[in-house]
């Protein structure tokens, strides 16, 4: 991942609804939610929420997919884990153990709580 292309995730996550919204999406799963059912859930109106979603999908963080009438929202997970192992890339200097609970033995692309 380039510097800028985290920099646009990061910037699109760096608002309250967008934040939420995001990991709304990330419990919802592969299954993804419509909107109607994100905008019951936050509490966000419509002309509010299409606009956080484009911010994400823009950001490449969230996919949409129509079914019938609907269009289905879903985090894009291989985006979300590139972001991730973007951050954790060499960290802690290489030290063993770098905060509670992380692995950084583990490569980036396998790296867990312990």
Not at 45 to 74: D, K
Request: proline residues 4%; glycine residues 8%.
């Amino acid at each position: 991942m380039q510097a800028d292309s985290a920099v646009a995730s990061l910037g699109a996550l760096a608002q309250e609804h967008r934040l939420a919204l995001f990991r709304l999406l990330v419990q919802a799963g592969e299954v993804g939610l419509a909107a109607g059912a994100i905008a019951e859930k936050l509490g966000v109106p419509n002309s509010s929420l299409s606009f956080h979603l484009t911010q994400l999908r823009e950001a490449g963080l969230v996919l949409q997919e129509r079914q019938h009438r609907s269009i289905i929202y879903r985090a894009n997970y291989p985006a979300m884990n590139t972001l991730v192992a973007y951050l954790m890339e060499n960290c802690c200097a290489g030290a063993a153990v770098c905060g509670p609970g992380v692995d950084c033995e583990a490569p980036a692309q396998e790296r867990k709580s312990v």
